[in-house]
T-cell receptor, first 113, second 113 residues
């Protein structure tokens, strides 16, 4: 399973756009890229998932270059409530695979007023 | 749809006791996963079910751990003869199938005295 590397922590201010980049040099052909958000004492919450190019939903955007060796989660106009740990994961989304998630230590995003 | 539900949210017990946790997945989700998370780390995969069949177990799941999903709906995770090292957050996640993202409950926090 492909490993991911992301910054341990990031700081931002309210209203700013935040971009968190994740490296996954050994990503396999069947692997999708998934991002989760986790607040203290809560389970991870699914944010967004993509395979290539750009994916956007009501919460975030995910940018994936052509070589797929990295990805960037973009959070527009963050607020204090976006302070959380963000996990980048890659994994096989083939329906026959286990699809167990391999979490790293994530990126702790701290949003200040 | 109330999401993944876990019970209890907190459990404190003495070393050597047995504990059982329950997970109710999102309705009609065929896959159910158990993870364990310790402080400062991302969740680690323990085991997963496709309907009532337990299809994979991590090496983290020692003989003292057992999981069931008898009717393909809710699942239980039992830990026998608890040890200090079992103190962690136990998370349950479900997905519709292997192609869909996993959705997590808020976990059961186990503390061993």
């Amino acid at each position: 399973l492909a490993k991911t590397t992301q910054p341990i922590s990031m700081d931002s201010y309210e209203g700013q756009e935040v971009n968190i980049t994740c490296s996954h040099n050994n990503i396999a052909t069947n692997d999708y890229i998934t991002w989760y958000q986790q607040f203290p004492s809560q389970g991870p919450r699914f944010i967004i998932q993509g395979y290539k190019t750009k994916v956007t939903n009501e919460v975030a955007s995910l940018f994936i270059p052509a070589d797929r060796k990295s990805s960037t989660l973009s959070l527009p106009r963050v607020s204090l409530s976006d302070t959380a740990v963000y996990y980048c994961l890659v994994g096989d989304m083939n329906g026959g695979a286990t699809n167990k998630l391999i979490f790293g230590t994530g990126t702790l995003l701290a949003v200040q007023p | 749809d109330t999401g993944v539900s876990q019970d209890p949210r907190h459990k404190i017990t003495k070393r050597g006791q047995n504990v059982t946790f329950r997970c109710d997945p999102i309705s009609e989700h065929n896959r159910l996963y158990w993870y364990r998370q310790t402080l400062g780390q991302g969740p680690e995969f323990l085991t997963y079910f496709q309907n009532e069949a337990q299809l994979e177990k991590s090496r983290l799941l020692s003989d003292r751990f057992s999981a069931e999903r008898p009717k393909g709906s809710f699942s239980t995770l039992e830990i026998q003869r608890t040890e200090q090292g079992d103190s962690a957050m136990y998370l349950c996640a479900s997905s519709q199938d292997g192609n869909q993202p996993q959705h997590f409950g808020d976990g059961t926090r186990l503390s061993i005295l």
